[in-house]
């Protein structure tokens, strides 16, 4: 949907706003509903679903088990799982050595997250569109994710 000025709309479901913890078993239930709508809408409209769901201490492939997708995935699909959580690719977005097993949300929880989440966003989408960057190349779950990234815009 666009607005009458003709920027895209965003619909936010964000699962921590919904439920405190356990918030992964929330978005795997809602997806579903939310995944028929979105292809549905996608036959008339550019229609994007973007989920992100933390791996936590389980696997990438684990937990995208986990939303048991048709191979391959529909088109009206972005699911994006870093490992362990999102504050290791901020982490390492934002010129961190990091490691997909350690815990980052000290790290990125420390200062302005505003602008650290919008630089972060600005790095990933440049490095997801071909600019290189060392941190962002050592994560396999990003590396994973750079496909999808590019779809998002």
Known sequence: MR???GAPTLRERIASQQRHGGNVGWVVQQFPGELRAATARSARARTLLIVVADADDFLVSEREAEFELTQPPPSALVLLIPKRHIETWLAAASGRLVSEEAD???????GDNKKLIRDAARAIHAWAHGEG???LDSLPSLERARSPLRRIG
């Open 104 to 110: 980052c949300k000290p790290i990125a929880n420390a």
């Open 133 to 135: 960057n060392p941190q």
């Open 3 to 5: 607005t009458p000025w």
